[in-house]
T-cell receptor, first 114, second 109 residues
């Protein structure tokens, strides 16, 4: 859905650098979800945020990964000291009231670590 | 957590053929969606169908919630239907949408 905007679409980082992925939800949506898709695999839940709060980060790796959804501005997924295994597509979804209603995903950011 | 299995894992069709994709889930769900991931990686919403039957052009879907499965029908397939089809479910007890294993479809001329 064009309403959820992710940027950049493609990101190349060298091992050890930081990656910042941005997600602008549909206007008025206060729930944001990040998912990761490793090559040839399905989408795996990472983190669920509402404005200024992390609600569920059970799918987030314990180290190097963090996410925020500030009062103003997009949600940010930050990966520090990237490694080759972080190469994946990262998708963001937003909703008005959680997943009880239809969810729409952005076009994803494809991260390549070289 | 809930388990979501899709079958078949891979499917090759000739253009014009029909197909049925299946999604089985292990617990009651409040939401079920079908997505098409095209060869460029974009996720396209096909159906929001926690129960019942819906149709959209050559595609239709049926969810039988009491028996914990959903079916996606593709009729008169076209090469543009190629890609991976995912079902995803939401149970209400967890905050996330859980994706199935996917069916990779290739439609040939």
């Amino acid at each position: 859905n064009a309403g959820v905007m992710q940027n950049p679409r493609h990101l190349v980082r060298r091992r050890g650098q930081e990656a910042r992925l941005r997600c602008s939800p549909v206007k008025g949506h206060s729930h944001v979800y990040w998912y990761r898709q490793l090559p040839e695999e399905g989408l795996k839940f990472m983190v669920y945020l509402q404005k200024e709060n992390i609600i569920d980060e059970s799918g987030m790796p314990k180290e190097r990964f963090s996410a925020e959804f500030p009062k103003e501005g997009p949600s940010i997924l930050r990966i520090q000291q990237v490694v080759r295994g972080d190469s994946a597509a990262y998708f963001c979804a937003s909703s008005l009231t959680g997943f009880l209603i239809e969810a729409f995903f952005g076009q994803g950011t494809r991260l390549t670590v070289v | 957590g809930i388990q979501v299995e899709q079958s078949p894992p891979d499917l090759i069709l000739q253009e014009g053929a029909n197909s049925t994709l299946r999604c089985n889930f292990s617990d009651s769900v409040n939401n079920l969606q079908w997505f098409h991931q095209n060869p460029w990686g974009q996720l396209i919403n096909l159906f929001y169908i926690p129960s019942g039957t819906k149709q959209n052009g050559r595609l239709s879907a049926t969810t039988v919630a009491t028996e914990r499965y959903s079916l996606l029908y593709i009729s008169s397939s076209q090469t543009t239907d190629s890609g991976v089809y995912f079902c995803a479910v939401y149970t209400g007890t967890a905050s996330k949408l859980t994706f199935g294993t996917g069916t990779r479809l290739q439609v040939t001329l």
